[in-house]
């Protein structure tokens, strides 16, 4: 069955991580080898310190194999303290971009070179997240996001986040346990358990993880190096323990049972992220929207600012923001044509009396400013000046949403409602053996909530 036709898809990716224990090679091989023979596709996350190791070794086998495969990225280095969410935790929006292009763009080059194609998705290491990455992304033309984690989610759906199509945060992670025999009747009794769920509310998606390391190794490569903050120098790196013969072929036999008994059910199909990107393609994008349409989604918008779905297409606080202000520079009669999804402020807005009444004559002149800001930056401002006061986005959508419905100018409280679906910052959010004990990122997190202005669910077309 096709990816379009089946209802239920399954997408089947590999943090491809380990650069230490050399029979993670064989394990990656073994893998993408039964996969083709299995006309299956699997997305293969991969490190690019792990590249350049299987280049370096001499295993162009492996890379062969690989390339029948969808091809991912996973960092530079995985677990090299600062990871991520560490060295973007004190830093803002777009120095954090920057930073994180600084240190991991070397590695999407190396995956770029040596496989030959441009990496599909993204998704970090561990729970080291940070909002700063899907900057980055855009700047790689680089669609999905695709990881497990707490820090954002949308009811345990697929969703646009950052302006990507982002697999986080599921309702259905299902996967067989490589251990005993008893593990793949438990598993499949658990997939049958979200197939039937997502069949009742017309189809959706099952994320399947695993680490190739996990077949052959007794601990993970990082835990043994890098763990409660290590970070010993490369000289005094430690190979992780490796499985015995026996226990290895148990795990292969665990993972090739269950991926059988899959492709046995008529409306189920295994994807990767870019059939994913097809699938749930962001369908307001270049969408022209007439001036009919505008007051429509102008009257939606009320004191709780959030997603709009509208005639089988979504719409982010963001889209609406960015929608609104250029309809209004237009003079509210023209239509407007969306772009890609603006990111979210940079900044919390200031902290001061806000001012409580405006006119049409400020009110257009800061409708073009605004217009301004959005073709220059990409982003939506932390603060709207009505002259020498600023107000806040939402109480700046909110009015503009109210002079294009009435010609009426008024200034009134908004939220963004979406920013619930972001975590609030709490020592469990960052749980991963590999953070220092303790580790938040109070300030990482606030700006990932201002973009939940990017906000909205992944829909599938027909």
Known sequence: MSAAEARVRVILWFDTEDYLLRA??????????????????????MVGEKARVLLRRGRRDVIAALKRHEIGYHTDFHSVHPTPAEYLSALGWDEGVEEF?????PGYEDVRRIFGVRPACYGQPGNSWGPQAFGAMRRWKMPVYMDSGWHVGLDGRPHHYGGALTF?????????????????????????GARQALLREGGGVVSTVY????????????????????????????????????????????????????KTYPDVAFITTGDAAWLYRDRAVGRRFASAELREIARAVGPRIGFQRRDGLALAPAD????LTEAAA????????????????????PVGPAPKRTDASQLTRTVADVASFLRRHGRLPSAVWLGSAAITPEVYLRAVALWLRTRRVALRPARLATARYVAT???????????????????????AKRQAWTLKPALLGT
Request: cysteine-free.
């Open 211 to 262: 680490h190739p390391n996990e077949f052959v190794m007794t601990e993970f490569w990082d835990v043994v190096n890098f763990a409660r903050g290590a970070n010993p120098p490369r000289s005094r790196w430690k190979p992780p323990g490796q499985k015995t013969r026996a226990a290895t072929a148990a795990a292969f036999a665990n993972f090739e049972a269950y991926i059988r008994q899959l």
């Open 101 to 105: 292009l600084r240190r991991e763009g």
């Open 24 to 45: 993670d090679d064989d394990a990656i091989l073994r893998l993408a080898t039964f996969l083709t023979r299995e006309a299956i596709r699997g997305v293969f996350k």
């Open 320 to 323: 609406v923001f960015a929608l």
């Open 330 to 349: 237009r003079g509210g009669r023209a239509a407007v044509t969306m772009g890609p999804t603006p990111f979210g402020p940079a900044e919390a807005p």
């Open 425 to 447: 910052d709490e020592p469990r959010l960052w749980r991963w053996p590999i953070h220092r004990p303790g580790f938040t990122a109070p300030a990482m997190m606030a700006l």
């Open 168 to 192: 986080f945060r599921l309702a259905h992670e299902v996967r067989v346990e490589l251990g005993g025999p008893g593990d793949v009747a438990e598993a499949l009794a658990r997939f049958a």
